[in-house]
């Protein structure tokens, strides 16, 4: 039926044929093998391996290209800051690599060590690999013996390999018990427990249960030091200051070790409890309630807690601590901020600039982010300010139904264009207003914010929010009435033949003092709509988007989605100082009530138009403002991200292996084989390498 003429694979096989099956051809088998690799190592995989190699092959033989020892470890080590484990620690993975022990890597070489970090338990597989020195599949008594005492140091406290511990895993029956790879994982998870009890008695010299603390720091230095940070370190010895007598115990050494192996738990659960606190802080109570709440079984004793509490607290684990407090915990790297010995003339006048320079780049995003939201938006403006103007009392007057038949009309009588008349003393107008306001909302709130929760009362984020939208005003006032009136000359133009005149003549119109004509109503609307904005666009984020939760960060989708939620209550609820803040600025017409002020304004409009006059064009206000602050404030967070102050000092974020961003997970197994390595002793490798 389709005579297409297709290579066999496969031979025929005919029923009544005596001939026995054969295997497949090694043409099949190398069809069956090529579709395996391709759908094992994809084509853009190879080409990145491939770009890597040839980066960094840089030694040369017979034409052929071959990475050494260090071009190895340039090749496959992570490129942040590797302080905790040596640079050249990597290169204790090169022996795994290495199959052919000649000293090179071929680009074979490397393709399969790559592929073998593609193995979910890569760490495991290579630390099984570097053990397995005669690459039997097995691991015997003296190859481990022999690897351990390879790689750590003639000062390091001496290991028992004929204790119980072991002879369970590879207990000698006529020599030859052997560990497999899955028995192998198994007892190096459990080594570091045995080695940390083998070097306690070791220690303990007169087997009291006690040893001191020189002694502590030497034990967890040589089975954990890769996984704490320097000022932990340094702090070790006054674990001593838990309990009487000037020593410690087995069991606090035990429950320190816990502590540590147990450090993504306890960071969590830090983060979750400073996340729900109400000012960001907690203390021992709060983070045992918390464990019990958040985990099925309680798996941190009191003991550890104390424990964690005293060398977050410096030694005083009864305050309540923020999560910057657990830094030095938490992140290996973890460095004790500079602190300035003496103060200098000249700090307060650096500082003073440093402020300035933050102030003037918030300014200037803030006026990129405010003339983009406020082109996006313009024609949903000048819709809802016709809306806003039309006086009901007036026959005739009653030029547009809704909203949609004021659209229309715009459309047919003035064209497209007519929907961003104005828009040139907006966008003048409107850089400066969102600028200062974004400006010393950001201001204030850094000034108010606790520097070590990151927390703001919310008394303080309705004045950050209302002072920011009370300077605007001195921007915002003369932009509106400008505005305003070019937006109304396409209906009276409409109606009484009038010429429209441009912004400079309004401008010389007014004067001075009249482009502040309405300031008061002005600062009514501005002043809560802020107040009422910035909070809940703040909360939105936090608590309903949970940004910042384990490091998270919001979409696109989720920052628009916030900062227009946000507007809308903000909007509707000042749309009646919107209205009177439009009648006192547009001039009236023949026939149409002029106002005094403000107070006359809202007795007026009340007593001819009724309440409801009060929220006309409060759907079309919010529909504009909305979007208007959605699209603002995404601008305004993604220029901070892509934008970024070049003097910024340092970080009072907590970051760490569960907050940092996705890195290549090659990289990330490469790095945690040799951690396993380096959990035999803080040396491993050095000596061998």
Known sequence: MFPLNLPRIFPTVYCDSDKPVDAPTSRAVSAINTVKSAMTVPENELKRWRRTFDTNALTEVEGQK??????????????????????????????????????????????????????????????FQYFDVDESGTISYDEFKNVFNANIGPDAIPFDFDCDWVKLYIGKKNGAHVLGYNEFTQLMKGLQGERLRQAFKFLDKDQDGYIRPEQFKKIILDIAGHKLSDAVIERLPTLTTLSPGGRISYSEVVAFYNVIREMDMVERIIREATAKSKDGRIDQSDFLNHCVSSTRYSLVTPMEASIIFHFAGRGNPTQRLALVDFAQLLDPRWKAPSDAVEAKPVASFKSFLHEFAHSAYNFGLGGLAGGFGATIVYPIDLVKTRMQNQRSTVVGQLLYKNSLDCVRKVIRNE????????????????????????????????????PETGRITLKWELIAGGTAGGCQV???????????????????????????????????????????????????????????????????????????????????????????????????????????????????????????????????????????????????????????????????EYLHKFVPYPFNGTSREVETRLTSQPEDMAQVRARNALRILLDVHGDFGRRSG
């Open 415 to 450: 064209g497209f264009l007519g929907f961003y008349r104005g828009l040139g003393p907006q966008l003048i107008g409107v850089a400066p207003e969102k600028a200062i306001k974004l400006t010393v909302n950001d201001f204030i709130r850094g000034r108010a914010m606790d």
């Open 66 to 127: 071959y990475l050494n020892s260090e071009q190895f470890v340039n090749a496959i080590a992570p490129k942040g800051d590797l302080y905790k484990i040596g640079r050249a620690q990597f290169a204790t993975l090169f022996r795994v690599a290495d199959t052919n022990k000649r000293g090179l890597l071929t680009w074979d070489d490397f393709v399969v060590f790559e592929t073998i970090l593609k193995r979910p338990d890569a760490d495991y597989w290579i630390a």
């Open 474 to 636: 001195i921007f915002t006032n003369p932009l509106e009435i400008v505005k305003i009136r070019l937006q109304v000359q396409g209906e009276a133009a409409k109606l009484e033949g009038a010429v429209p005149k441009g912004a400079v003549h309004i401008i010389r119109q007014l004067g001075l003092v009249g482009l502040y004509k309405g300031a008061s109503a002005c600062l009514l609307r501005d002043i809560p709509f802020s107040a009422i904005y910035f909070p809940a666009y703040a909360h939105l984020k936090k608590d309903v988007f949970h940004e910042g939760y384990n490091g998270k960060q919001l979409s696109f989708l989720e920052t628009l989605t916030a900062a227009a939620a946000a507007g809308m209550p903000a909007a509707y609820l000042t749309t009646p100082a919107d209205v009177v803040k439009t009648r006192l600025q547009v001039e009236a017409r023949k026939g149409q009530t002029n106002y005094k002020g403000m107070g006359d304004a809202f007795v007026k409009i009340y007593r001819e138009e009724g309440f409801k006059a009060f929220f006309k064009g409060g759907p079309a206000r919010i529909i504009r403002s909305s979007p208007q602050f959605g699209f603002t404030l995404v601008a305004y």
